[in-house]
């Protein structure tokens, strides 16, 4: 092993946290961050789902989602209604709201992005999957 190699681990996650960065301040006007804003539109998009579910969905840790979840529960923007052992969660209407809000500076963002990647956008996205789904 070269130690000059660079570390593929290392380098996706300085670009996570530089593109975190951009889509956090797009969407701040509207107070959300890029990972509420995730959540909140794949909530959006679930049928009350568990949140062993929606972190299964996402990708997340339970507990780091939960820490997630917990604030935007107390501003209305999520519901978690206790059925049965589950509980299940869903965007409130105020939450509805909030993602429309939230849209065109998280579009504005996306397409910031996309012009940066340019052709390699299809390529990239094809990569990640790939990267997902065998790591």
């Not at 917990?70 to 909030?98: C, F, H, M, N, Y």
């Not at 500076?105 to 992005?113: D, E, G, K, P």
């Not at 940066?116 to 390529?123: M, S, V, W």
Request: glycine share 4%; aromatic share 4%; proline share 5%.
């Amino acid at each position: 092993m070269n130690p000059d190699q660079p570390c593929v681990c290392g380098r996706l996650r300085r670009t996570s946290r530089a593109l975190t960065r951009r889509y956090d301040e797009a969407l701040a006007p509207v107070g959300l961050t890029v990972t509420q804003f995730s959540i909140m539109r794949t909530l959006s998009r679930l049928d009350r789902p568990s949140l062993a579910e929606l972190a299964e969905t996402t990708a997340h840790e339970k507990s780091a989602l939960w820490r997630t979840v917990q604030p935007l529960i107390r501003s209305g923007w999520i519901a978690a209604d206790t059925e049965q052992r589950a509980q299940r969660l869903s965007v409130t209407p105020a939450g509805r709201e909030k993602l429309s809000d939230a849209m065109p500076l998280w579009r504005t963002a996306q397409s910031r992005v996309s012009e940066t990647l340019g052709a390699n956008e299809a390529a990239l996205i094809a990569l990640l999957k790939e990267i997902e789904l065998h790591v």
